[in-house]
């Protein structure tokens, strides 16, 4: 039943401190989802437990700290790799947090621009509307999006998260599991949250792509930023037509999901790309 398997997830959850101290290095690795949960910049070291639906990377842009002064403190050799419910030692902010602009240097490139930041890729190229991820120039000019935001007002439990996710895969006849997998690594099944870019809900659905959903793919799906409903139909339904255009290859049409159709095909998918889809796939046995 919903109300077991979000309370095992949640026993889970709270015992990992417990069993990590006990285990230490040893355990299973979770891949977990990009988070969106904002937190103060500090002035002594603390610690945070990594939540259900985040990253190295946006723990750090919320302390205003670097992936790596995390990591080095925290004996991470695989920044990629967090496990939920670990407890990460965090020092104090040694630069302002990673908000502004910067200029492209020789020898960058996006993927690492958006990791010395503590932001995604993804954001980097919406915010300035970059074409090819692979090409910036030498002293280009790039806004660096500071940490997601959070809307209040469309908080939503896990019980009524999980029965939009299932209800439309129903709808569109995806894979059992699929798009609360993809709903897990995109949000932590959170509707209330909205991304820097502009990603909104469960599904983080942008804008200009909810205008063009509603067009051709789910036009009763008009209250996606606020239903959570509506927000799992329409990211269902954005799924199931690159699932269709990928001839049903699922790792494509997740990377298409995250990346965009028109980029994977003319710049093939980012590396970053690749560890979300994995990630994804990885979640899948947990929801199907």
Known sequence: MVNSRVAERQRTKELLPFLLRLLGPVGVVVAVAAGFIAYSTVSATQTHVVQPGETLSHIAASYGVSVQEIASMNNISNVDLIIAGSALTIGAPSTPAPSGTYTVQPGDTLERIAREHGVLVRDLVEVNSIRDANLILIGQILTVPGSPTTVTGYRVSYDTAEAALRSAEREYGL??????????????????????????????????????????LAPGSTDWYGDPVHNAHMGAAILRHWLHLADGDVAYALGAYYQGWHSMETDGPYLETDRYVANVLALLPQFA
């Open 175 to 216: 894979p059992s599991g699929l798009v609360l997998a993809l709903s897990w690594q995109e949000s932590g099944w959170q509707q209330h949250v909205v991304s820097e870019a502009g990603a909104v809900g469960l599904m983080q659905i942008m804008p200009d792509t909810a205008t063009w959903a509603l067009e051709w």
